[in-house]
C-alpha cells in the first residue's frame, strides 16, 4: 500500500475548511480564511509525497488548525481504508516549543478537531521525564530528611499528599508548589538515576505509564527538547516512538536549529555530580551504613564542586570554555574535580550488586568520567566549548558549528513527511538561513501573510534623539517614552528588554513615577505574571527573552508594546562567536549570514506580542534609531507587518487614548 493511499485527498481538506464544512459546525462565528486552506492543502500534500514543507504562517493565520486537520484527516481515512491491513501503523508527532503550548493543544486545539472531525484516533500528550513523580525517590526521600531544609520538607508534605490521589504523576498538577522548587529534583528521576527495569516500582510508573500510551496513539504531541533528546539517542524508551512516525510537525519551529544543536552536542554539569553526591550519602544513610567511605568520598567530591562554581561570577553568564580553562585557577579546580570524581569510583565500584541503587551510581560516575574527558579534550575541531552558569551550578557545553549533514541525513532517510511552520521562520522574505541552518535544502516553502489589517489596526513608533545602549542616561530615556503611553493606553502596556539589568533599572524609576501596578519578571512565575497582567486593569508588565514569544494577550488588555532595542545576541555568546568564525574562515559574512537574521527573527517574535486578533488596536515602539539610520534597517523594516510608521511619540499616545 503506497503512503499516498492513506491519506485524505485535497477536496476532503477543502470541505473541512469550507462555510459550511467540520470547522464551522463546531466553532462558533468560523470563517474560512483562504491562507489557512492553502497551508492545509500543502501540509496534505507533505504527508502523501512524504516530503519537507517550510511554511511562515503570520499571525492569525490559524495554523493549528491547518496542521491538525491535514494530520487527523490522513489518521481517519487510513483507519476507514485499511481496517484489514494490519501493516497500516501511520503515527504522527507534533512537536511544540514550550510545555504550555503543548498543554494548550493537547487539552484545547486537539479535542476540537476531534470532535469535529469525528475522529476516532488516540491521542497521548508525554512530557520529559522531569515532569513526572517518581515514586521510589519520593519513597527514598520520604524516609531519609537530613538533607532537606525546612521549605523543602513542606514542600515534599505537599508533593507526598498530591501523590497519593494523581492519575497521571505530572508535576504540571502540583498548584501549592512553586514550579522552581528545588524539591523536585529529590522527587523525579533523571537518566543518571532512574534504575529504569531494575526499579522496584517499574510497574506502577507514571513515565513508564505515559511513554506506553504514546507508543499505543496515533498522535502524540511532544515538545522540542524531548524530539531531539531521543533523536540524538541520549533517552531510551522514547525512542521506539520517532522511527515509527510517518508524519512530523514542528510548530514554533523557529527554536529547533539551536535546540538541535544542544542535543547533538555533549555536556557537563556540576548538578549532575552534585546530584550524584546526594544520591551516594541518602544511601549511605539508609541501606550502606557499613561503606563510611561513601560519605567521604561523596562530601568530597561535593565540596570540590561547589568550589568549582564559586570561581565563576555570581550572575549567570555564558563564556568561552577553551579560553576558561587554560586559566591556572580554573585548570587546577577542574582537575581536582577528575581526581574526586575518580575517588568516589573506586569506592562505589567495592559496592558493585549490593543494591540497585549503588549499581545505577556506579554507572553515572562512569559515565560522568566520559563526559569529562570530553570536556577536557578542548582542542577538537569543528566544535565550540563553551559554559553557562545558574545561581547554583555550571554547565559545560561541546556544541557542533553545523547540524545541518545529520539533521539532513536523518530527514532524509526518515520516510516521513516534515512539516516546519512559525509565524516567524523568513527573514526579508526568504527561508535562507532557516533552510541552511537544518540542511533543509529541496524542501517546499510556503510564506502566508497575516489576514491582519496592520496599516488600520497599529502603528510602529521608532523614537528620536535616544541615547546609545551604553549610556547612563538610557534607562531614564526609556521610562520618560514609557511614561505618556502608559497613561495614554491606561496600563494595557508590555515593556520587552534585551537585559535584565535595564529592566531592573527602568521598573525602578517607573516605581516612583507612576501609579499603575508594576509586574517585573522575576517576582513570580512567568504563568502567575501573565494571570496578574490581565487580572489588573491597568498592570504593566517588564520583562525579558522568554516573553518575546509564546505569549497570547487579545483585545484592550494589551494595546503598547516597547521594545527596548534590537535582539542582537550578545557579540560575547562563545556559541556565536564560534560560528561566526567559523563563517568567517569559509569567507562568509558572520553578520549577514547569522546575526542579522537571528535578530530579525526574534524581533519578529516580540513584535507579534501586539495583534492577535483581527479586532486588536495599538502601538509598537521599537526604541533603537538603528532601525532607520543603519544600512541593515531596511530587512528589519522589510521583515516586520506593514504598519503605518512615525517618529512622534505625542502622536501615538493619541492614537491610544482612540482604542
Known amino acids: 500500500m503506497s503512503s499516498a493511499s492513506s491519506t485524505p485527498s485535497s477536496l476532503n481538506i477543502t470541505q473541512a475548511f469550507s462555510l459550511d464544512g467540520a470547522l464551522a459546525q463546531a466553532i462558533s462565528g468560523f470563517s474560512p480564511r483562504q491562507a489557512q486552506t492553502d497551508m492545509a492543502l500543502e501540509v496534505g500534500k507533505?504527508?502523501?509525497?512524504?516530503?519537507?514543507?517550510?511554511?511562515?504562517?503570520?499571525?492569525?493565520?490559524?495554523?493549528?488548525?491547518?496542521?491538525?486537520?491535514?494530520?487527523?484527516?490522513?489518521?481517519?481515512?487510513?483507519?476507514?481504508?485499511?481496517?484489514?491491513?494490519?501493516?497500516?501503523?501511520?503515527?504522527?508527532?507534533?512537536?511544540?516549543?514550550?510545555?504550555?503550548?503543548?498543554?494548550?493543544?493537547?487539552?484545547?486545539?486537539?479535542?476540537?478537531?476531534?470532535?469535529?472531525?469525528?475522529?476516532?484516533?488516540?491521542?497521548?500528550?508525554?512530557?520529559?521525564?522531569?515532569?513526572?513523580?517518581?515514586?521510589?525517590?519520593?519513597?527514598?526521600?520520604?524516609?531519609t530528611r537530613g538533607q532537606l531544609d525546612a521549605q523543602m520538607l513542606q514542600d515534599?508534605?505537599?508533593?507526598?499528599?498530591?501523590?497519593?490521589?494523581?492519575?497521571?504523576?505530572?508535576?504540571?498538577?502540583?498548584?501549592?508548589?512553586?514550579?522552581?522548587?528545588?524539591?523536585?529534583?529529590?522527587?523525579?528521576?533523571?537518566?543518571?538515576?532512574?534504575?529504569?527495569?531494575?526499579?522496584?516500582?517499574?510497574?506502577?510508573?507514571?513515565?513508564?505509564?505515559?511513554?506506553?500510551?504514546?507508543?499505543?496513539?496515533?498522535?502524540?504531541?511532544?515538545?522540542?527538547?524531548?524530539?531531539?533528546?531521543?533523536?540524538?539517542?541520549?533517552?531510551?524508551?522514547?525512542?521506539?516512538?520517532i522511527p515509527k512516525a510517518q508524519v512530523m510537525i514542528f510548530d514554533e519551529a523557529h527554536q529547533i536549529g539551536d535546540i538541535a544543536s544542544e542535543y547533538f552536542g555533549q555536556s557537563f554539569s556540576t548538578r549532575q555530580l552534585s546530584d550524584l553526591c546526594t544520591d551516594v550519602l541518602q544511601i549511605y544513610r539508609s541501606t550502606l551504613t557499613d561503606v563510611k567511605q561513601l560519605s567521604r568520598a561523596a562530601e568530597k567530591l561535593q565540596k570540590t564542586t561547589q568550589e568549582f562554581r564559586l570561581l565563576f561570577n555570581y550572575d549567570p553568564e555564558r563564556g568561552n570554555w577553551r579560553e576558561k580553562c587554560h586559566q591556572p585557577q580554573f585548570t587546577q579546580k577542574f582537575q581536582l574535580l577528575k581526581t574526586d570524581l575518580d575517588f568516589l569510583y573506586?569506592?562505589?565500584?567495592?559496592?558493585?550488586?549490593?543494591?540497585?541503587?549503588?549499581?545505577?551510581?556506579?554507572?553515572?560516575?562512569?559515565?560522568?568520567?566520559?563526559?569529562?574527558?570530553?570536556?577536557?579534550?578542548?582542542?577538537?575541531?569543528?566544535?565550540?566549548?563553551?559554559?553557562?552558569?545558574?545561581?547554583?551550578?555550571?554547565?559545560?557545553?561541546?556544541?557542533?558549528?553545523?547540524?545541518?549533514?545529520?539533521?539532513?541525513?536523518?530527514?532524509?532517510?526518515?520516510?516521513?513527511?516534515?512539516?516546519?511552520?512559525?509565524?516567524?521562520?523568513?527573514?526579508?522574505?526568504?527561508?535562507?538561513?532557516?533552510?541552511?541552518?537544518?540542511?533543509?535544502?529541496?524542501?517546499?516553502?510556503?510564506?502566508?501573510?497575516?489576514?491582519?489589517?496592520?496599516q488600520q489596526q497599529s502603528q510602529l513608533i521608532v523614537p528620536r534623539y535616544l541615547p546609545q545602549a551604553n549610556d547612563k542616561n538610557r534607562a531614564q530615556s526609556l521610562a520618560d517614552i514609557a511614561i505618556p503611553l502608559i497613561a495614554a493606553s491606561k496600563g494595557a502596556c508590555f515593556m520587552l528588554f534585551t537585559s535584565y539589568r535595564v529592566m531592573n533599572q527602568v521598573a525602578e524609576i517607573l516605581s516612583q513615577a507612576i501609579e499603575n501596578p508594576l509586574l517585573v519578571q522575576g517576582q513570580m512565575?512567568?504563568?502567575?505574571?501573565?494571570?496578574?497582567?490581565?487580572?489588573?486593569?491597568?498592570?504593566?508588565?517588564?520583562?525579558?527573552?522568554?516573553?518575546?514569544?509564546?505569549?497570547?494577550?487579545?483585545?484592550?488588555?494589551?494595546?503598547?508594546?516597547?521594545?527596548?532595542?534590537?535582539?542582537?545576541?550578545?557579540?560575547?555568546?562563545?556559541?556565536?562567536?564560534?560560528?561566526?568564525?567559523?563563517?568567517?574562515?569559509?569567507?562568509?559574512?558572520?553578520?549577514?549570514?547569522?546575526?542579522?537574521?537571528q535578530a530579525v527573527i526574534a524581533l519578529k517574535q516580540g513584535v507579534g506580542r501586539l495583534i492577535r486578533d483581527v479586532s486588536d488596536q495599538g502601538i509598537l515602539v521599537i526604541c533603537d534609531d538603528r532601525l532607520v539610520n543603519r544600512p541593515y534597517g531596511g530587512t528589519f523594516l522589510k521583515s516586520l507587518p506593514d504598519m503605518k510608521r512615525s517618529r512622534d511619540i505625542t502622536k501615538a499616545a493619541q492614537f491610544l487614548t482612540t482604542i
Not at 183 to 194: A, G, K, M, Q, R
Not at 383 to 402: A, D, G, K, N
Not at 418 to 441: C, K, M, P, Q, R
Not at 534 to 560: H, I, M, N, P, Y
Open 525 to 597: 512565575a512567568k504563568r502567575k505574571l501573565l494571570d496578574e497582567f490581565v487580572a489588573q486593569d491597568s498592570a504593566v508588565l517588564l520583562a525579558t527573552a522568554s516573553f518575546w514569544e509564546g505569549v497570547d494577550v487579545r483585545g484592550d488588555k494589551l494595546t503598547c508594546v516597547i521594545i527596548d532595542k534590537l535582539p542582537f545576541a550578545s557579540p560575547d555568546d562563545p556559541l556565536l562567536q564560534a560560528r561566526c568564525e567559523d563563517v568567517r574562515r569559509q569567507g562568509g559574512d558572520p553578520f549577514a549570514q547569522i546575526q542579522l537574521p
Open 346 to 454: 573506586q569506592v562505589i565500584k567495592l559496592c558493585v550488586s549490593r543494591n540497585e541503587a549503588i549499581d545505577s551510581c556506579f554507572d553515572r560516575v562512569v559515565s560522568l568520567l566520559a563526559q569529562y574527558e570530553v570536556m577536557a579534550n578542548v582542542d577538537a575541531l569543528g566544535i565550540s566549548f563553551w559554559y553557562e552558569t545558574t545561581p547554583r551550578h555550571v554547565v559545560l557545553h561541546q556544541t557542533p558549528l553545523t547540524v545541518a549533514d545529520k539533521f539532513s541525513e536523518y530527514v532524509k532517510n526518515s520516510g516521513a513527511g516534515w512539516i516546519f511552520t512559525s509565524a516567524t521562520l523568513a527573514v526579508d522574505n526568504s527561508f535562507e538561513h532557516f533552510i541552511n541552518h537544518l540542511g533543509l535544502t529541496g524542501a517546499s516553502q510556503l510564506h502566508l501573510e497575516s489576514p491582519f489589517d496592520y
Open 156 to 241: 515534599l508534605v505537599k508533593v507526598a499528599s498530591w501523590a497519593t490521589g494523581t492519575q497521571t504523576g505530572d508535576i504540571g498538577e502540583l498548584v501549592n508548589v512553586g514550579e522552581d522548587s528545588t524539591i523536585f529534583p529529590f522527587v523525579t528521576s533523571t537518566l543518571d538515576n532512574c534504575l529504569a527495569r531494575d526499579c522496584p516500582d517499574y510497574e506502577s510508573c507514571y513515565l513508564v505509564k505515559a511513554r506506553q500510551k504514546a507508543i499505543d496513539a496515533d498522535l502524540i504531541v511532544v515538545n522540542h527538547h524531548l524530539f531531539f533528546a531521543d533523536m540524538a539517542l541520549k533517552d531510551t524508551g522514547f525512542g521506539e516512538l
Open 46 to 143: 507533505a504527508i502523501a509525497q512524504e516530503s519537507s514543507l517550510v511554511v511562515e504562517a503570520g499571525t492569525g493565520t490559524g495554523k493549528t488548525f491547518a496542521y491538525l486537520i491535514p494530520a487527523f484527516l490522513s489518521l481517519t481515512y487510513q483507519k476507514t481504508t485499511d481496517e484489514n491491513d494490519t501493516t497500516a501503523n501511520k503515527k504522527i508527532i507534533v512537536s511544540t516549543g514550550t510545555k504550555n503550548l503543548q498543554e494548550q493543544l493537547f487539552h484545547k486545539d486537539i479535542p476540537l478537531v476531534r470532535k469535529a472531525l469525528a475522529s476516532n484516533a488516540q491521542v497521548a500528550l508525554l512530557k520529559g521525564r522531569a515532569n513526572y513523580l517518581c515514586t521510589y525517590r519520593l519513597a527514598q526521600y520520604q524516609q
